[in-house]
């Protein structure tokens, strides 16, 4: 460590750290220097003694140009870099520079490239194009509002680059943030040429709208729903691998074959921008689904045919989507923009050292991610890249929405532009995440969390209420714990609530203001699936009760207020060998098991009829908490069981109302009832034609009646 660090935290205040082993910290003088022959002397207006170190709070000038390498001596000679720091997260600073252009990043033309980087605190900058395999550097010019700028003569289709940035007495060499893409690896940016895609042709869902409450969501991960053997695809974990079609286990579909077969309208692709710790060239080492961010833009070549080629990442996986769109599927994806893999090795912090991070007030990294740090959404040109990531990502690859990974460390109006920058382009795109309320440094009504879904209209959360009443808690130390449909009877009304979106309020639970906020899940990627929970929550039950209540969960995502969400696997009794935590396990653990998928092809029939059921029956998808108040009814009974009725809306649709019933006991009940009752979806998810004298109950089921 050196014995002396200055910063430049405000305008006017500059703040020194000196050891206490050299001089014993102390120094009569202190000047600020340049390299032009500029000296200004410092004044002193705090001195605070530590047990190692002296720190000093200093006056400079206020009005000190950016773009100059500043040093401080003191009085024995010592000289060091004046850092700018905290400086940069002054109202001034962003009023000084804050860039509202749309040309950050390399834009081509056959004719010249344009280079624009965002580094106001840059003495210099360099541009290195690597081209048919030769060297080439250029000095930038610095521009308005500290943009560095270079034009660049010829076709630069196949080149590459890096920058080398000047700033705080160090050259360091960094990627593009705005770069489309990468070689392998990232250890280049490349200039793209976006014509190359029109190759492949985007194409519209049959279905002219679908989001909020009229979605089904299915998460998967790229590599995990082909990466084994039996899913009989020619390759294997790659964007190409999951557009294969064709395949099949045993009679059993495969990979995007399996997903087209259930009826879902929107796959989530678990993080597929470059992420940090999977050697893109040799995948399988270090294997994991790629929560730990390098590049929020870029593509990552892991999932590629060819990770050298910064086009192979780009066209495979607008192939991919415009695959599922001709299949009426539409594609979200699960995007990290909570966090960075690494603060100093980021293109973020070497380009603008401390501005994209959130700091808390005592200098150190909030870590409200628990990965290190907090990308700092709330800064002008944090909050501007991001919703320059969303709209690049959606009109370079026609995607059609976005899961927020820890959305709570984001702020709310960030959140809010983002929605209405996506469906400025789609109007029917879909954003959401995990409002969880994370320990970021940030105040707690700008969190975008569940507490905060007054203030985010129209922005998903992951019910976590729903989650728990259904199956029991999914945390590890929650892992024995039952839920309502698992066995805990004495959760019958807490039930209610979920089943109505949690947009009811007293006695029930609120936590939405309406239902396309409610995402319904029962697992998801993180902790124990559901049958893995009931190896410890429901262990001495026989492999048929586990089915039963299995098949009662399944049901509770589709006909409850609110968007359903399924895990892979789930439709199968998915199983990841009781690991909670499989984020970097091999593809025996997460990989999907087509063997067990057709041992349990009678749970994905099932599952495929639940689908269609909420799909046919608009009652189970009330798109505001005004109909839900005015069509829904809901009790629990004095012997356990629960009934969820809702008025149908349209008196044409020839019944009145619909009648779910659940019994999640272990013995069968039976009610009398009016006339005009029919049993639409019993313990199978068949329809019966018959109307009813008196509706039977059995034991472990949900049941769901409609009244002509």
């Known amino acids: 460590m050196p014995a002396m660090r200055a910063y430049l935290d405000d305008f006017g205040s500059i703040t020194i750290w000196m050891e206490k082993n ?230 059993i579909p495969t990979g995007f074959d399996h997903l087209c077969s259930l009826g879902i309208t929107h796959v989530q692709l678990m993080p597929v921008l470059d992420f940090a710790t999977v050697d893109e060239y040799h995948p399988s080492r270090n294997y994991n689904w790629g929560y730990d961010p390098a590049q929020y833009i870029t593509l990552d070549g892991s999932y590629s045919s060819d990770p050298k080629d910064p086009y192979a990442r780009m066209i495979e996986f607008r192939r991919l989507v415009s695959k599922f769109h001709a299949h009426d599927i539409r594609v979200n994806l699960d995007v990290v923009y909570n966090h960075m893999y690494d603060v100093d090795s980021s293109p973020f912090h070497r380009v603008l050292p401390y501005y994209y991070f959130r700091y808390t007030d005592n200098g150190n990294l909030s870590n409200g991610s628990y990965c290190g740090n907090d990308f700092a959404s709330d800064t002008s040109m944090g909050r501007r890249y991001l919703i320059h990531a969303i709209e690049t990502l959606m009109k370079i690859y026609d995607v059609d929405g976005f899961r927020f990974d820890l959305m709570g460390v984001l702020d709310v109006e960030t959140m809010n532009l983002i929605l209405k920058k996506a469906r400025s382009i789609k109007k029917d795109a879909m954003i959401y995440g995990e409002g969880w309320d994370l320990p970021t440094s940030l105040d707690f009504r700008r969190k975008a969390m569940i507490v905060n879904q007054d203030l985010m209209p129209h922005i998903g959360h992951f019910n976590d209420f729903f989650r728990d009443v259904t199956k029991g808690k999914t945390s590890d130390d929650g892992k024995y714990d039952r839920g309502y449909l698992t066995g805990d009877i004495g959760m019958s009304f807490s039930i209610l609530s979920a089943l109505a979106g949690s947009v009811m309020t007293t006695p029930l639970f609120k936590r939405f203001e309406e239902p396309d906020q409610s995402i319904n899940g029962a697992e998801t990627h993180d902790n124990l699936t559901v049958w893995d929970k009931m190896h410890y929550c429901c262990s001495n039950d026989t492999r048929e009760v586990r089915y039963q209540k299995m098949k009662m969960i399944i049901l509770s995502m589709f006909v409850s207020q609110g968007i359903p969400f399924l895990h892979e696997g789930i439709e199968f009794c998915g199983t990841k060998k009781d690991n909670p935590n499989s984020y970097n396990s091999p593809d025996h653990i997460n990989g999907m098991d087509w063997q067990r998928a057709r041992f349990n092809r009678h749970m994905i029939e099932y599952t495929r009829k639940c689908i269609a059921l909420r799909k046919k029956y608009p009652e189970f998808r009330l798109h505001t908490s005004k109909e839900i108040y005015a069509q829904v009814l809901l009790s629990h009974r004095d012997d356990g069981t629960v009934s969820y009725t809702i008025q149908a809306a349209d008196p044409t649709c020839g019944y009145k109302k619909v009648l779910v019933l659940i019994n999640p006991m272990d013995r069968e009940f039976n009610y009398s009832c009016e006339e005009g009752w029919q049993l639409i979806f019993d313990t199978d998810g068949n329809s019966h034609d018959e109307y009813l004298r008196n509706m039977h109950l059995p034991a472990r089921s949900m049941l769901v009646f409609r009244q002509s």
């Not at 400086?87 to 749309?102: A, C, D, S, T």
């Not at 000095?139 to 660049?152: D, H, K, Q, T, Y």
Request: with cysteine; hydrophobic share 35%.
């Open 22 to 251: 050299f001089y014993g910290g102390k120094s009569d003088s202190f000047f600020l220097v340049a390299e032009d022959g500029y000296m200004k002397e410092l004044v002193v207006k705090k001195l605070v003694e530590h047990d190692t170190r002296v720190k000093y709070e200093m006056t400079c000038p206020s009005d000190l140009p950016f773009g100059k390498d500043y040093k401080v001596r003191e009085i024995h000679g010592l000289t060091v870099p004046l850092e700018i720091r905290m400086i940069v997260k002054r109202p001034e600073f962003n009023r000084l520079f804050e860039y509202k252009g749309n040309d950050l990043g390399a834009t081509y033309t056959p004719k010249h490239t344009d280079f624009a980087l965002w580094a106001p605190t840059a003495v210099s900058v360099t541009i290195q194009i690597t081209l048919s395999g030769k060297k080439y550097t250029f000095p930038m010019e610095r521009s308005e509002r500290g943009v560095w700028r270079l034009s660049i003569k010829g076709n630069l289709r196949h080149a590459l680059y890096v920058y080398f940035v000047e700033r705080n007495g160090q050259v360091v060499r960094t990627i593009d943030p705005y770069g489309l893409s990468s070689d392998g690896n990232a250890y280049h940016s490349a200039v793209i040429d976006l014509t190359q895609l029109d190759a492949v042709e985007k194409v519209k869902p049959a279905t002219e709208s679908c989001c909020g409450v009229d979605a089904v969501i299915y998460e998967a991960s790229v590599r995990d729903m082909t990466s084994l053997p039996s899913s009989n695809t020619k390759g294997h974990g790659t964007f190409s691998a999951l557009c294969e079609t064709g395949t099949s286990y045993d009679g």
